[in-house]
C-alpha cells in the first residue's frame, strides 16, 4: 500500500506494528521456556519465565496508549482504522498467551517433582510445538499482511484440539490408575489446556488479522473438536 | 467468508428520491463529469467526498440545476426526482430550486434583516396569504434550524449581523421556508469554527427526518458523522457508493481506500 501523505503517521503505524512484533516474539520465548521448565523440571528456568511476563504486561500497556494517541491525533479510517483496532486486541490476545506461560511456570515451581512419565512430556511438547508455530504463522501472517496464512491458521487450530483432547484422555487413564498421580496429573492437566488455550489466542489473532487485511469477517463456524466430545454443543 | 455487508444489496432502485442514470457535464471541452449514475434515498443524508476538483460539487450542482447558469456547462443523461426528469424542457427551474433547496460554503445572507432573508422565497413562491401566514412560516423555519431562540427578539435586525454559524443556519432557514423536499449543502460548514458546525449537524441529522439530503464534504470526520450513505468521486467519476460506515471502515475500491486514509498521490 502506498505511503500517507503525511510521513509521521506510516512511522507511528510502523513503530506499532514493531511493538506487537516484539510482544509476538517474547510470547513466543516464555511459552516455550515455560514448557521446557515443566518438562526438564527446572525452577531457575521457571522463575525467569515468570519474571518476563512482566514485560509482555508493560507492552501491552505502551501499545494501549500509543494506539489511544494515534487515535486522538489521526483519526484513522479504513485500512487504517481496522489495523489500529485489530492491534488492539491482537496486544490482548498476547498478553493472555503470556499469563497462560506463566500460569505453567507457576505449576512448574507447584508440582516440584519430575515427571514420571516420559511419555506424557513427549505429549505436551508436542501439543506446545503445535500451538508455537499456530502462534509463530500467525505472526508471520500480521506482519507480512497475508490474510490467507490468516485463515489457515484459523482452520489447523482443530488439530491443537484434538491432541489436547487425547492428552486429557490419557492424563485421565493415570489418575484412573493410581490415585498418588492425581494432584501431578491435575497440574498437567492445566498446563496442557493453557497450552490448547494458547491456539485458541492465536486463532483470535488470526480472525483479527484476517479483518484488518480483508475488511471482512473469517467465518467463526469451523468444526470443534474438545475434551467435552458431543455430550455438549 | 461473511462480508459484512454487499454494497449492491443496501441500494435498490425502490427506494429512490433521486436518480441520476449516466450523467455527463462539460464545461466547453472539459469532460467534469464522466457517466455518474447513483440513487439517492430519501430521508437520508448522502455525502459526496472526493478530493479538489473531482466533480462532487459539480454534480452537486446538476440536481437543481445550477449550472444552467453557466454558458459553457452542457449536461447529458438523466436526473429524475421522485421519477420527474428534472431537465425536462418543461420544466422551470425557479420552481425545482424551490423543491430542492441550496445551502453554500459561505453563508450569504442577502443584506436584509432576519425576517426578511427567511420570507424571501415564500414571498416570491405566494406561499403565504398575509402576514400572519407569513410569520407563521418564518417561525417554523427559523425553530427547525435551530436558530429561532437566539433570534426571535431581533428579527429585524440585519441577517449579516449574525455570527458565521448563526448566518449559515439561517441559510438554512431560508431554503426550507419554501417546504423543499431535497436540500442540497456544499461545504456547509468549512467556514464555521467546531461548535457552528457541530450545531449545524446537530441540524443535519433533525432535518433528515423530513428532507433528502446531499452534502458536499472536506472532512471525512464530517461525512462519517453525518451520512447514511456516502458516495467518493475521482476525477469525475462515481468511484464507490455505499453505507457510509463501509466505505469509512472497509471500501472496496483501492481509490477510495488511499483518499479516506491520506495516502493519495
Known amino acids: 500500500m502506498a505511503d500517507h501523505i503525511v510521513k509521521s503517521y506510516d512511522e507511528e503505524l510502523s513503530a506499532l506494528a514493531g511493538k506487537i ?44 496508549m500509543r494506539l ?39 505449576r512448574v515451581i507447584a508440582i516440584d517433582a519430575g515427571l514420571n512419565s516420559k511419555q506424557l512430556a513427549i505429549g505436551l511438547e508436542h501439543l506446545t510445538e503445535l500451538a508455537l508455530n499456530q502462534l509463530k504463522r500467525v505472526l508471520d501472517a500480521y506482519a507480512s499482511q497475508n490474510a490467507d ?12 484440539d484434538a491432541v489436547y483432547t487425547s492428552l486429557f484422555r490419557e492424563l485421565l487413564t493415570y489418575m484412573m490408575e493410581d490415585p498418588r498421580n492425581i494432584t501431578q496429573c491435575a497440574h498437567l492437566l492445566f498446563c496442557a489446556k493453557n497450552i490448547e488455550r494458547i491456539g485458541d489466542h492465536a486463532t483470535n489473532i488470526a480472525e483479527n488479522v484476517y479483518y484488518m487485511v480483508s475488511g471482512d469477517r473469517l467465518s467463526e463456524d469451523r468444526p470443534k473438536v474438545d475434551e467435552l466430545g458431543d455430550k455438549v454443543s | 467468508m461473511n462480508k459484512i455487508s454487499s454494497f449492491d444489496e443496501t441500494n435498490d432502485m425502490t427506494d429512490s428520491k433521486i436518480t441520476a442514470r449516466n450523467v455527463q457535464v462539460y464545461y466547453g471541452d472539459t469532460h467534469a463529469i464522466k457517466d455518474v449514475s447513483i440513487n439517492i434515498k430519501p430521508q437520508a443524508v448522502t455525502a459526496f467526498i472526493g478530493p479538489s476538483g473531482c466533480g462532487k460539487s459539480t454534480f452537486l450542482r446538476t440536481i437543481n440545476r445550477m449550472n444552467d447558469t453557466i454558458d459553457i456547462c452542457r449536461v447529458e443523461g438523466k436526473i429524475l426526482i421522485d421519477d420527474e426528469d428534472i431537465y425536462d424542457p418543461k420544466v422551470d427551474p425557479v420552481q425545482l430550486r424551490a423543491k430542492v433547496g441550496m445551502v453554500f460554503q459561505k453563508p450569504n445572507p442577502f443584506p436584509k434583516s432576519i425576517y426578511d432573508n427567511v420570507a424571501y422565497g415564500p414571498r416570491i413562491h405566494g406561499l403565504a396569504r398575509n402576514k400572519s401566514e407569513l410569520d407563521e412560516i418564518i417561525e417554523s423555519s427559523l425553530q427547525k434550524a435551530g436558530l429561532w431562540a437566539e433570534v426571535k427578539d431581533r428579527l429585524h435586525a440585519p441577517g449579516t449581523g449574525l455570527s458565521g454559524g448563526q448566518q449559515q443556519r439561517l441559510c438554512i432557514a431560508r431554503a426550507i421556508a419554501v417546504s423543499p423536499e431535497v436540500i442540497l449543502m456544499d461545504e456547509p460548514c468549512s467556514a464555521l469554527d467546531p461548535i457552528a458546525t457541530a450545531k449545524v449537524e446537530e441540524l443535519i441529522d433533525e432535518l433528515r427526518e423530513n428532507y433528502t439530503i446531499v452534502i458536499v464534504t472536506h472532512s471525512m470526520q464530517q461525512a462519517a458523522r453525518v451520512s447514511q ?29 488511499d483518499y479516506i486514509t491520506g495516502r493519495f498521490g
Open chain 1, 21 to 64: 512484533a516484539e510482544m509476538g516474539g517474547l510470547a513466543e520465548v516464555i511459552v516455550n521456556n515455560s514448557v521446557s521448565a515443566l518438562v526438564t523440571q527446572d525452577l531457575e528456568l521457571a522463575r525467569q519465565t515468570i519474571a518476563q511476563d512482566k514485560r509482555i504486561d508493560d507492552l501491552l500497556q505502551e501499545i494501549e
Open chain 2, 229 to 257: 450513505r456516502t458516495a467518493f468521486f475521482h476525477l469525475g467519476v462515481l468511484v464507490e457508493e455505499g453505507l457510509t460506515q463501509d466505505i469509512f471502515t472497509s471500501p472496496r475500491d483501492k481509490r477510495t481506500e
Open chain 1, 149 to 160: 496464512m490468516a485463515a489457515k491458521v484459523q482452520e489447523d487450530d482443530a488439530e491443537v
Open chain 1, 68 to 106: 489511544i494517541e494515534i487515535i486522538a491525533r489521526r483519526q484513522p479510517l479504513g485500512k487504517d482504522l481496522r489495523e489500529i483496532v485489530s492491534a488492539g486486541r491482537i496486544a490482548n490476545d498476547l498478553e493472555r498467551v503470556g499469563d497462560m506461560a506463566k500460569n505453567i511456570a507457576k
